[in-house]
């Protein structure tokens, strides 16, 4: 709830900054309130994909040490409970992942299998690589097969994946802070001309050619800003 009005907020300031560099009129600010409830909309599947791609990058030491352990011996139910304890030590007891393996270590306790619980948080999670290590998991344990040396290989797998992808995601954080900076640059400009010299765009916020003229540039800088989103963004690698 907090967030969603910390972001309301924000989708309320920025329509009002909207309002005033291109419009400053009341009727089209009102046009604009639509987004104190786009913008947190927006920023919750943003919001989302990052404690995504956090959790991603958790789960990647777990099945590691997950792997570990059933290389030493434990048993797939006390191997869970392993993974927990060196989570514990790596991200405290208040990890993302740490949080996840407290509750699915409860539940195999409660002699729930560890088939179903892995299953249950690869559709929680909602990852990708969770819900492929869950079912190469569930085979595996169905299976007459070497356990320990498929999990192995399957860990070892979906942790280079994740790798890979933490890698891209440095190598383009340059380009999305460049992406950033750019975004406010236009904006920036005009705000400056405002607040230096009175009254030089008065002509903009006068009369329908001037309203055309900053609605033409209001939708020009729109498609520039979700342009460089989508030149930036991570899913296209």
Same mark, same amino acid.
Do not use: H, W, Y
């Given at each position: 709830m907090r967030e969603w009005i910390f972001y309301g907020a924000a989708g309320a300031g920025l329509a009002l900054l909207i309002d005033f560099i291109f419009y400053r009129s009341l009727i089209f600010l009102v046009l604009l309130s639509p987004l104190t409830v786009i913008f947190p909309r927006a920023m919750a599947r943003r919001l989302? /994909?990052?404690?995504? #791609? /956090?959790?991603?990058?958790?789960? /990647?030491?777990? !099945?590691?040490?997950? =792997?570990?352990?059933?290389q030493a011996g434990y048993s797939a139910e006390n191997a869970w409970s392993e993974a927990y304890e060196e989570m514990v030590c790596i991200y405290g007891k208040d990890g993302m992942i740490t949080r996840e393996l407290a509750q699915m270590v409860r539940a195999i306790a !409660?002699? #729930?299998?560890? #088939?179903? @619980?892995? +299953?249950?948080? &690869?559709?929680? =999670? &909602? +990852?990708?690589?969770? #819900? =492929?290590?869950?079912? @190469?998991?569930?085979?595996? /344990?169905? =299976?007459? &097969?070497?356990? @320990?040396? !498929?999990?192995?290989?399957?860990?070892?797998? !979906?942790g280079e994946k994740l790798r890979v992808r933490e890698e891209i995601a440095t190598v383009t954080a340059a380009k999305q802070l460049e992406e950033t900076v750019m975004t406010f640059i236009p904006a920036g400009i005009i705000l400056y001309l405002n607040l230096s010299f009175d009254g030089f765009l008065d002509v903009l916020y006068q009369g329908a050619a001037g309203r055309a003229v900053m609605t033409v540039c209001l939708l020009i800088y729109g498609a520039a800003v979700a342009l460089g989103f989508y030149m930036v963004g991570e899913e296209r690698w």
């Open positions: 989302r /994909k990052r404690r995504q #791609e /956090k959790l991603a990058s958790q789960f /990647k030491d777990a !099945i590691l040490a997950l =792997s570990a352990a059933l !409660i002699n #729930e299998t560890p #088939e179903n @619980v892995i +299953l249950e948080f &690869g559709a929680r =999670s &909602g +990852l990708a690589e969770a #819900e =492929s290590f869950a079912e @190469v998991f569930c085979l595996a /344990k169905r =299976s007459s &097969g070497d356990l @320990v040396a !498929i999990i192995d290989n399957t860990a070892r797998t !979906i």
